[in-house]
């Protein structure tokens, strides 16, 4: 059982640009594959239509990929380019909308290349203007702001890592230099989008080869990495971690989106295993369940305004109802994860 005093403080309202979120809770980006060709129907509609009226108070879509040569290397990843998929998007933003809930797109290049030092000037100048045009569609669209994905050994995480960063030109050199390419992303989307949407980053110091990785091993080198990216215009940032409660740094309790809020004095999403019994790599492997033992100290975190708003994955995508259950202390009635749920769209 959860504090459910705790608890309040997950569902106090909340101002993202020019939206009063409901509540504190986000559903995280989580990959789906159930967009044939790319484009998102009627199912996944209805898919984010039911989180936003059982009470999420923003979504994040599923990685989406920008219009670029080699921005996907799986089948059924949904596009956010081209007039069917595009407009798939609308219907999504519509359904939301009517629910009464907030969404925004992530935004992806995968970097199928797998070392940046493959792609030429011209190339970056090509994905920059990508990820602005997507940056305009969105808005065009009717989404409530957009969050590049900068994270888990993706592309713009690919410029901003030494291991596969080893360029000698300006995009690459030392932590700072190599977020010239993020920056010149989040510059062009900030132009396309002008000076209120909301631009989300998200990022992680972990990446899916190297679980015990640090971009930025220390506070200071933290700050120095997140400054150019604050300036270039992100007004939040979504701080992956593996497991919300561990420690980014000795001889502090912060986590990473408490020290990213401390340096920037930005808001922050943490995201990391909330409501589940374990870190979430664990369902998969040892295929546990999952509960809500982990929601009082994110909770307790929140309260203490170490972060602004809280990730949830796995435990809303096997139950749209998750949050209304946690707010009306229906614990007994969450539905547990388990793997077979990917393998559904509901």
Known sequence: MYNSQSIQALFKPFTFGNNKLANRIVMAPMTRKFSPNGIPGSDVADYYRRRAENGVGLIVTEGTVIHHKDSANADDIPHFYGEEALNGWANVVAAVHEAGGRIIPQ????????????????????????????????????FDGIELHGAHGYLIDQFFWEKTNTRTDSYGGDMVARTRFAVEVIEACRLAVGPVFPIGLRFSQWKMTDYAAKLAPTPELLEQFLAPLSDA????????????????????????????????????????????????SSHFTERKGANITTIDGAAERLEREEFDLIAVGRPLLVDPAWVIKVRDGRADELIPFTSEAVNTLY
């Open 107 to 142: 935004l992806w290049h995968m970097g199928t290349r797998g070392h940046v030092s493959d792609y030429t000037e011209s190339d970056i100048a090509d994905i920059v203007q990508a990820f602005a045009q997507a940056a305009s569609d969105a808005k065009r669209l009717g």
């Open 233 to 280: 215009g992100v007004d939040i940032f979504h701080c992956s971690t593996r497991r919300f409660w561990e420690p980014e740094f000795e001889g502090s309790s912060l986590n990473l989106a408490g020290w990213t809020k401390k340096l920037t004095g930005k808001p922050t999403i943490t995201v990391g295993s909330v409501g589940l019994d374990g870190d979430f």
